[in-house]
């Protein structure tokens, strides 16, 4: 079933969909959303992505035994600098003051896959969810390049919204997602002393 919106676009409607698109003129010509008016709150968002691989790519990764270096270290600095620089990878996002930038990893052994957690916050008019998701497409993509030498067929996918707050549309949590510990820090097994 579609919708027709203000400007005469049809679109499809789906339960819990906006049926507006916001970036389109009453043209329907491409334009940056004008939120001037929307006033500063404070917004947060959570993405996560997954890299598939052998699993002994994934034990060299948490070991720290990759020619290239120190994987994990290397994928955190490139998604936090990737949050950072959002808006020049996505036309027509805003550019945002982060006030913050996290990523964490979470290895799952039995599926040999890393996750990749992202977290962006702000106090700004608009969200910080295409932040969040660039960071941690960025942090995906770095591990790849970290490891391709011993693992070319590793599959990145998985990457969403996981949760936002702050702003007009509130809160969103997608169904089924659980909460990661905040000790998990950053995947690797724990050292025995």
């Not at 004008?34 to 990764?61: F, N, S």
């Not at 020049?88 to 990893?105: G, K, M, R, S, T």
Request: charged letters at 25%.
């Amino acid at each position: 079933m579609a919708t027709a919106s203000k400007d005469g676009a049809s679109r499809p409607s789906r339960a819990g969909v906006r049926r507006s698109v916001t970036h389109l003129d009453a043209q329907g010509r491409l334009r940056m959303v004008d939120v001037g008016a929307k006033p500063v709150t404070h917004r947060q968002a959570v993405a996560r992505a997954a890299v598939a691989m052998q699993p002994a790519t994934l034990e060299a990764i948490l070991a720290g035994r990759l020619a290239k270096g120190e994987a994990l270290a290397a994928a955190r600095l490139a998604g936090i600098m990737a949050a950072k620089r959002t808006h020049e990878l996505v036309p027509l996002c805003h550019q945002l003051a982060l006030d913050a930038v996290n990523v964490e990893f979470r290895r799952d052994p039995r599926r040999a896959v890393l996750e990749i957690q992202t977290r962006a916050a702000t106090r700004a008019r608009t969200g910080a969810e295409m932040e969040a998701l660039v960071a941690a497409a960025a942090a995906a993509l770095t591990i790849y390049d970290m490891a391709k030498a011993l693992d070319r067929a590793m599959v990145i996918g998985d990457i969403r919204l996981v949760r936002k707050s702050g702003g007009r549309s509130g809160r969103f949590l997608r169904p089924g997602e659980t909460a990661w510990p905040s000790a998990q820090g950053d995947g690797r097994k724990p050292r025995r002393r």
